[in-house]
């Protein structure tokens, strides 16, 4: 949630579009995949320690940057300057949502506990029961994006860079609670 507020205060309404849709993307994707390979999805949770490691330095990178390295630029009048964004920009915010959710473990594992228990349902119940699921988490994330574009006036470029670091401290506490758990997981086992 906030990874898809920060794209639109950073990026505005275009870039959090981008961003939600990249996130959506991939949910459908791994709805998909989900349902058709069920029984693959059982030797894969068997990898989930490199997954797990993959998506956490993902969201470790993607913090450090946010800390150390996102900058706010600003106009002559000390106001967030409105940049321009080319189609291969769009691309590359759609792709780090499509990404960020993808190597997400739990997102992962989520979409294949919903669709083991969904087994019992025809295959139309399944259809309405994930395309509901999926417009709804959509329609809630594109109100976020927009309800961010309304508050983006009202920020200056010291509480955005603010909101980036912070957003950056998120993202590595998630990467290294991420690693903790595999740390943990492979104790079990």
């Known amino acids: 949630m906030f990874s898809i507020i920060k794209q639109s205060l950073n990026n505005g309404h275009r870039g959090g579009i981008a961003f939600v849709l990249g996130v ?8 998909l995949v989900s349902n058709v390979f069920t ?8 990898h989930r320690v490199p997954i797990g490691i993959s998506g956490s330095i993902f969201l470790i990178g993607l913090g450090v940057y946010f800390v150390f ?11 967030q300057a409105t940049i321009s964004f080319r189609k291969s920009d769009y691309a ?12 997400n473990p739990g997102i992962f594992l989520f979409w294949i ?16 029961i994930y395309a509901t699921c999926l417009l709804m988490v959509l329609a809630s994330d594109i109100a976020k994006v927009m309800l961010a574009g ?35 997981y492979l104790k079990r086992m």
């Open 150 to 184: 309304k508050i983006r006036n009202r920020l200056t470029p010291h509480n955005i860079h603010i909101i980036n670091r912070i957003n950056g401290i998120i993202l590595i506490g998630f990467g290294i609670a991420l690693i903790w758990g595999l740390l943990v």
């Open 39 to 46: 029984e693959l999805f059982s030797s894969i949770s068997s």
């Open 92 to 103: 590359k915010i759609f792709l780090s949502g499509f990404f960020m959710n993808l190597l």
């Open 113 to 128: 506990t919903a669709s083991s228990t969904m087994l019992s349902h025809t295959v139309e119940q399944r259809i309405i």
């Open 69 to 79: 390295f996102k900058k706010v630029k600003v106009n002559e009048q000390g106001q």
């Open 24 to 31: 959506s993307f991939s949910d459908i994707l791994l709805v």
